[in-house]
Each structure stands twice: as C-alpha cells, then as structure tokens.
Nanobody, 126 residues
Framework: QVQLVESGGGMVQAGGSLRLSCVVS???????????MGWFRQAPGKERAFVAS????????YYADSVKGRFTISRDNAKNMVYLQMNGLKPEDTAVYYC????????????????WGQGTQVTVSS
C-alpha cells in the first residue's frame, strides 16, 4: 500500500534549477517521520546511482560527491514529503530521478531501500 510519487522534473538549461518533490502515501505521519528517505538517479545507459539521503529526524544528510554543494535534500514530515533542490544543473545530471524510502543497510546501495517511486525525468541541455 505504500506509494511514492515524484514530481517536478522537466527540461532546463545548464546552470538552471529544479525542485523535485516526493509524496509518500499509505503510511502514517509517525511512520514517515521515522523513516530515512533518499533520491537515486539513472542516466541513459548507466546503472542507478545514489544521489542523496536524509535521516529519520531530518537532521543529517548525505550526498554523492557529484552533487555535493549543488543539491539539497529536505523533508516535511507533516506532509509526508521529501524534496530535492537542484541548483547549478549540468548536462551530466540528466537522468530519471527516483524517490526511495525505508533504508536497511548502506544508503548508496539500491537494494538497501525498500520502497521506490516510478521516477521523474530531468533533462539538462548545454
């Protein structure tokens, strides 16, 4: 019954910004607030790669080196939502972005996450 739905993707020029959103349904607010959340992405012809994660209290975040300093993950537990603010976008950021929840293991390993959204396309042109 748990469902994750991403939104906010689109096409932008290099150097632009996008804000991705993910809403989680099928869980209580208490369950959502106690669960780690994250973002992965999959570029054309490549494996799914870790982007960012945020812990259950929203006080600790972890980023892939490729996005550190440009992307910011945040969450709103009252709305069962998680966000990814993407600034200074580069063509290599082009990918389908997936929202993930409920971590059991290492955040950078795709199989460590229990629930996945269907993805939202981000395209960055040069």
């Amino acid at each position: 019954q748990v469902q994750l739905v991403e939104s906010g993707g689109g096409m932008v020029q290099a150097g632009g910004s996008l804000r991705l959103s993910c809403v989680v349904s099928g869980v209580s607010g208490g369950t959502f607030s106690s669960s780690a959340m994250g973002w992965f992405r999959q570029a054309p012809g490549k494996e799914r790669a870790f982007v960012a994660s945020i812990n259950w209290v929203g006080a600790s975040s972890y980023y892939a080196d490729s996005v550190k300093g440009r992307f910011t993950i945040s969450r709103d537990n009252a709305k069962n939502m998680v966000y990814l603010q993407m600034n200074g976008l580069k063509p290599e950021d082009t990918a389908v972005y997936y929202c993930v929840s409920e971590l059991q293991g290492s955040a950078v390993v795709p199989t460590s996450w229990k629930y996945w959204g269907q993805g939202t396309q981000v395209t960055v042109s040069s």
